[in-house]
Structure formats: structure tokens, C-alpha cells
């Protein structure tokens, strides 16, 4: 394996992370890592506004989940991983803020009643008189028509809308059951309660004797959750991965088969139809007229569907077409630097708000994000920091308008969602994410299951990254770190002429 040549296609913390496992796994390997964007981070990135770097991508990772926060402590930030000061969101319903029942699952409450306010007595009612679903096998089913039908339309549109929304900027109409809520899914498979499901999952969370302070659900880094992808990006220049930034992957080639092939050497850019045992890669980057052919034993795209659809397609057609059957949905991120207007403004409640649809505003979501980060309250000094988003999947339309627009907003929504204008406007910044999220509709699952069989007869390639089992933070670097440790198998195969 000295001297194996390995790109990974997209720098993301999917790419990063299969970087980051590559360098340890096969530490005489020369690694490459190739990104479209100015820097590496994808949708980890800070920016600054009023002269703080704040997040205006992804804020906080999920604490539940081991390897977020392993990443960290290895790159040594475990001392700066921190939890939210508050989790107390509101959902913004029939023109007030309403707190946000107690143990739900993705907004499914385990009691109906808890959700009064964001129902209403008869929604309440009817999720109450919780309709049975048939035990059994059942295909996927959308999220939307599943709790419907149990629950009742508005449990739908005012409770597992605006949460769906926040993961996935998506349409709980559209969305996987399967995919989104397994564990609903397993639930209506034993023809169980979804209330009961919700139940016991909140019961599970609740302290105990032996536990008497549950593990904090979120966790993010003073200074930002951003940094996790700059200081990963240091770490992996020290550790000798070549990074190319603003650098587009164009093409993607095979090259013919060679019998007992070992370590790949040469160049060509010639391509195969045929299926490869152990043969190497040609990617190709640059300006079309000037072309530039890096050659490689292993490549990993760790690039959304739609790139990895159009690199995969010569080669891999079922691959490609599943691919492109991934929609994203695009987003906005409109950060506001809000001054104090003297001791009578009211300080901004808990960590934030939901907007379901049905509500008809243009942001679905407000994090109040100096109240929910200390690290971010101590930086501001008498700033408050919060951000909007906007942009549902499908609707494309708000995204259109100019950044002021947006900001315009952003400015008075949340004013009307507090129920007071929010002070002077010190500093602003509008973050547009194009392609910002995968959306796992029906038949999801079965989707990546076609993907990987395809790519898993194309020896040396492996695909990361938050298009396949999970958009959060720590199922894309779990899938960057799974994408590492099958081509450092590979190639010690190959290297030992066995194969792989
Ligand atoms: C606004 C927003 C907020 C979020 N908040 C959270 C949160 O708080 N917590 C959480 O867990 N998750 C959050 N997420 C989701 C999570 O951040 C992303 O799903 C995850 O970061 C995606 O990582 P990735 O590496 O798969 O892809 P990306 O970050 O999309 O990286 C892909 C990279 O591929 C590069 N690329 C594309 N095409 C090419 C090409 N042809 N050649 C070379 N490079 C290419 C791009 O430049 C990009 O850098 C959020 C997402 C968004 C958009």
C-alpha cells in the first residue's frame, strides 16, 4: 500500500472525516482531498457578523450520538464541546409562541393533551381517539400519512411539519416514515400506539436512579460547531492530505481491467464499460480547456447526489439513476446582530421557534442563538445574536428575493412571533445554501440500498456523505469514516493480491 494514491471528492466533514480516518488507517498513503467551495467545511462554516465568527450552517450536533464529539476529543476540542444553555423552543401556532410539548418524537406527542394551545380542543380530541394501523409487514410510507391517519391532520401540520422541517426542510407528506422515524416505523410494524412509542421513547430519556441526570441531547463548540471542520482541516494538512479548494471534479474514469493488478501506476485518462477487479481512477478537474487528469487507486465521492449522480453515470447507470432520484431542498440563513435598546428589552425566550407552514410565514424557524450558546452570549457583549431560516423543500420562491428582503423578513417575523420589535439591527448576514438538504422521501431506504449494490461492484470507489443514512453531522462523518475504513480494506487486499 505504499505509495496507493486516494481521492475523496468533497470536503464537507463527510470527506473531512474520511480524510482524517484515511491519514490514521493507511498513514503511507498519498491523500487528496479536492473541494468545489472556497474552503473546506461545506455546511460547517462560520462567517463573521458584528465582528464574531458564527455559525451559518449547522449549529449543534446530536449529543446521542457517539461520533461528532469523539471527532472532537481526537482533534483535541474536547474541552470546548458545550450544550445548550436551554432547549425550550416554541412552536409559533395561531399567533403565539407556545411551548413545545414535552417527549415527543419528531413532534409526535405522547400525549395529545400536552399539545394543547399549538391544537385545539377537537385536534386534540381526534388525536386522542388514536386511530389503530394493522400490524404487519408494509412498504414505506410517508411520515405525513402515517401520523395523519392515526392522529389527525393537524398533528401533521403543526407539530411533525415544523420539526421535520428543521431537520430536513422537508414535507412530512413526502418524507420516508422508514427512513425519518424508524423507530415509528417499528412501532406500526407491531401494530403499536404512535402516542405509546413517543411515550416510551421519552421515558427512556427520563432520570433515573442510576442516571440521574440524563446526557444532554445537543452538544456544539464554543466558538462555533464550524471550527470542528477548520481545526480538522489544520489537522489533516499536518498529517501530509494535500486539500484543493475551489476545485471542481468534472469527470470520473475507470481504467481497464489488468489481470492481478496491484498498486496502480501511470496515467490515463481511458475509460471501461466493463466491469474492474482491482484497476484504478481518473478524475478530472479543472477548466474544460484545460484539463487536469489526477490518477488514484481509490476515490470517494463525498459529494451531494446530484455530483455523484452525473460522476457515477458512464459507469454505474442504477447508481446514477437512484442518485438523481434525491431531491435537495434549498435554504437560507439570515443572522441578525440585534443591539440592547436599555434594560426594558425583553430578553428573548429559550433557544428558538418553529413556524409550521400552514401558518403561511416566510421563516420556518428562529434560533435565539446568544440564549441558547453562553459562548455566544459572552462574545456578543451587549449583542444579541439570533438567526431565521427560510426555504422549504419545493418552495423556491422567498429565496428569490434580494438579501435585504430577507433580512426585512426575517426583522419582522420574529418581531410579531415575540410580540414586540426587536431592537436596533447592528449587523447582518444572509447565508443562501443551494442544495442544503437531502430529502428522504418514500422509498428512501430501498433507493440507497440500489446505490450501494451498484458502487459495491465498482472495486476502490466507496460514497460518503449526508445523502444516504443520515443529514446530521455524526451519520455523515460515521459514513466519511465507513467510506475510509472500506478502501483502506481494499487496498490492503489488493496489496496483498488478494483481490477486494
Ligand atoms: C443551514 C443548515 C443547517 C444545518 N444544521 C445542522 C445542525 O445544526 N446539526 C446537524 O447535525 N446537521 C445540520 N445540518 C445538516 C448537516 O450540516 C449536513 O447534512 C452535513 O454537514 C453535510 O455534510 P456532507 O459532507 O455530506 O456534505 P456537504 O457539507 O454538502 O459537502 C459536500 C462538499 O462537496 C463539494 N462538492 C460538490 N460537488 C463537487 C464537485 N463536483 N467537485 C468537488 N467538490 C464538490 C462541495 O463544495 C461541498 O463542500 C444543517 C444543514 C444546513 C444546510
Known amino acids: ?53 458564527l455559525d451559518v450552517g449547522a449549529e449543534s450536533v446530536l449529543a446521542r450520538r457517539p461520533e461528532a464529539l469523539d471527532l472532537a476529543a481526537e482533534l483535541g476540542l474536547g474541552l ?16 403565539d409562541l407556545h411551548p413545545m410539548p414535552k417527549g415527543t418524537l419528531m413532534g409526535i406527542p405522547s400525549s395529545a393533551s400536552s399539545a394543547l394551545g399549538i391544537l385545539s380542543p377537537e385536534e386534540v380530541a381526534r388525536a386522542e381517539a388514536e386511530q ?15 401520523v395523519s391517519a392515526r392522529l389527525g391532520d393537524a398533528v401533521v401540520d403543526r407539530l411533525v411539519e415544523p420539526l421535520l422541517g428543521g431537520v430536513y426542510a422537508g414535507q412530512a407528506r413526502l418524507l420516508s416514515l422508514r427512513a425519518c422515524l424508524p423507530q415509528a416505523f417499528e412501532a406500526a410494524r407491531r401494530g403499536e400506539s404512535l402516542t405509546a412509542a413517543a411515550g416510551a421513547l421519552a421515558a427512556a430519556a427520563q432520570p433515573t436512579a442510576d442516571q440521574p441526570a440524563p446526557p444532554p441531547v445537543f452538544a456544539g463548540l464554543a466558538g462555533g460547531v464550524g471550527r470542528l471542520a477548520e481545526v480538522l482541516t ?25 489481470a492481478g493488478s496491484g498498486g496502480a501506476t501511470g496515467s490515463t485518462g481511458a475509460t471501461s464499460s466493463t466491469r474492474s477487479n482491482g484497476g484504478g481512477w481518473t478524475v478530472v478537474v479543472g477548466p474544460q480547456p484545460r484539463p487536469e487528469r489526477l490518477r488514484a487507486d481509490a476515490v470517494v465521492l463525498a459529494t451531494p447526489a446530484a455530483p455523484t449522480s452525473r460522476l457515477l453515470a458512464p459507469y454505474l447507470p442504477v447508481a446514477a439513476r437512484a442518485l438523481r432520484e434525491i431531491d435537495y431542498a434549498s435554504m437560507a440563513i439570515i443572522t441578525l446582530a440585534v443591539g440592547a435598546d436599555g434594560p426594558q428589552t425583553p430578553p428573548l425566550p429559550g433557544s428558538g421557534f418553529l413556524v409550521p407552514a400552514v401558518e403561511g410565514r416566510t421563516i420556518k424557524a428562529s434560533t435565539f442563538s446568544s440564549t441558547k450558546w453562553k459562548w455566544t452570549a459572552d462574545a456578543a ?38 410580540g414586540h420589535q426587536l431592537p436596533r439591527i447592528v449587523d447582518t448576514h444572509v447565508q443562501r445554501w443551494g442544495g442544503a438538504l437531502p430529502q428522504y422521501t418514500v422509498g428512501h431506504l430501498d433507493r440507497v440500498a440500489r446505490i450501494r ?22 451519520a455523515c462523518i460515521a459514513s466519511g469514516r465507513s467510506a475510509a475504513q472500506a478502501v483502506a480494506t481494499h487496498l490492503r487486499a489488493r496489496s496483498a493480491g488478494t483481490g477486494g
Open 1 to 53: 500500500m505504499v505509495g496507493s494514491r486516494i481521492l475523496i471528492v468533497g470536503g464537507g466533514i463527510a470527506g473531512l472525516a474520511c480524510a482524517w480516518e484515511l491519514s490514521h488507517a493507511l498513514p503511507d498513503a498519498t491523500i487528496t482531498l479536492i473541494d468545489a467551495a472556497d474552503r473546506p467545511g461545506g455546511k460547517l462554516r462560520r462567517e463573521p457578523v458584528a465582528g464574531v465568527a
Open 80 to 95: 470546548d464541546v458545550v450544550h445548550p444553555a436551554t432547549t425550550a423552543a416554541s412552536i409559533w401556532s395561531r399567533g
Open 381 to 418: 457583549g451587549d449583542l444579541s445574536f439570533l438567526r431565521a431560516s427560510v426555504g422549504r423543500y419545493g418552495e423556491t420562491t422567498d429565496l428569490q428575493r434580494p438579501d435585504d428582503e430577507l433580512v426585512a423578513i426575517a426583522v419582522a417575523e420574529v418581531s410579531e412571533a415575540l
Open 132 to 146: 389503530p394501523w394493522e400490524a404487519g409487514e408494509f412498504d414505506d410510507v410517508s411520515v405525513g400519512d402515517y
Open 234 to 258: 489544520e489537522s489533516l494538512r499536518g498529517r501530509g492530505v494535500t486539500i484543493r479548494s475551489e476545485t471542481i471534479v468534472r469527470e470520473l474514469h475507470r481504467e481497464p481491467v489488468t
Open 453 to 474: 449494490a451498484d458502487t459495491a461492484t465498482a472495486p476502490g470507489l466507496e460514497l460518503a456523505g449526508a445523502a444516504y443514512g443520515g443529514v446530521g453531522v455524526p
